[in-house]
């Protein structure tokens, strides 16, 4: 019986972090949850927060604070950090310097403390930090994996399923590309059930799908969340959590998330949203779609976008 505790530690206690730890904690998806920040009463006061939540649930859960260096033993790392709000007009591309920066300092001293397990990127420039935490490291590409579309792609699924009175998990429609503004929506491989999602708007609705407007509806839902309320947080959570369930249950199913790129999609040496199947290795493939030209060609931009700004990492 494996009896080994599954540990998640968490770097940067701000909204998004502490929200991860609550989505962690409630679907019960590991046993130790640690929470690193340099803000030491906050830090500390989540965790206090947190395990008065914890003594709810039907198991017993652990959860404290350490240096991020203090990391031998943990399975999956998930870097939150970042490095200050956007303001009004900014995209993620405008976030890269500072949380870099931030990033630069901590992932060298994790290497330094033994760190072996997963790092999973829930910062932005998602896929940018997402490669910077690869090279930093020196861990192999299967071990360094960013949230990527993953949240995008649950955003079309729900905005889809709203329109058409079908459950979310029953529609196949995905995003691939950067988590930013050159993300696109895979029409020629979504689908309800195999009928294309077109014909089955088509049929429900009466009218035709307007897939630019849904691409660029889905693409500002988060700026439309950071308006109303200065941050995104819920999502996200699930998000990590959903893709930390799928690690530590070597599920097999594939997510749209950021890898790293050794020649799939024509694409090297770049960290891109793309369709993996998650293992407790990490990747265990990234699968390989014959995508219509005019989504190959958005693709191959969005990565050209992502190289230009890999270039601008500090």
Not at 28 to 35: A, D, P, R
Not at 153 to 177: E, H, K, M, N, V
Not at 195 to 216: F, M, N, W
Not at 252 to 260: N, T
Request: proline share 3%.
């Amino acid at each position: 019986m494996n009896t080994k505790a599954r540990k998640v530690m968490i770097i940067g206690s701000g909204n998004v972090g502490a929200s991860a730890a609550y989505a962690l904690l409630n679907q019960n998806i590991c046993e130790e949850l640690i929470l690193v920040d340099l803000n030491k009463a906050l830090v500390e006061g989540h965790v206090q927060d947190l395990s008065d939540a914890a003594a709810y649930m039907p198991g017993m859960m652990t959860i404290s604070t350490r240096d991020a260096s203090d990391c031998a033993d943990v399975d999956i790392a998930v870097i939150t950090v970042s490095g200050g709000a956007l303001k009004p007009g900014q995209t993620r591309l405008d976030e890269l310097t500072n949380t870099a920066k931030i990033v630069k300092s901590i992932v060298p001293q994790m290497m330094a403390g033994g760190f072996n397990g997963i790092f999973l990127i829930a910062t932005n420039p998602c896929d940018i930090i997402t490669w910077q935490v690869w090279k930093l490291s020196g861990l192999p590409a299967n071990q360094v994996i960013g949230t990527g579309v993953w949240l995008d792609t649950t955003r079309l699924r729900r905005t889809l399923a709203q329109q058409l009175d079908i459950g979310a998990q029953s529609i196949d429609a995905f995003i691939l590309g950067e988590h930013g503004d050159t993300q696109f929506p895979v029409w020629s491989h979504s689908s309800v059930y195999g009928s294309p999602i077109g014909s089955v708007y088509q049929r429900h609705t009466g009218k035709t799908l307007d897939r630019e407007q849904l691409a660029e509806k889905v693409r500002k839902l988060g700026f439309e969340i950071y308006a109303g309320k200065g941050c995104t947080e819920y999502g996200i959570a699930g998000t990590i959590a959903e893709i930390c369930r799928n690690i530590f249950t070597g599920s097999h199913r594939a997510l749209a998330i950021s890898c790293i790129l050794q020649g799939e999609y024509g694409v090297r040496d770049v960290a891109i949203g793309v369709p993996a199947v998650l293992a407790q290795s990490g990747v265990q493939q990234i699968i390989e779609l014959h995508l219509a030209d005019d989504e190959l060609a958005k693709f191959r931009h969005s990565a050209s976008v992502i190289q230009a700004n890999i270039a601008r990492l500090p």
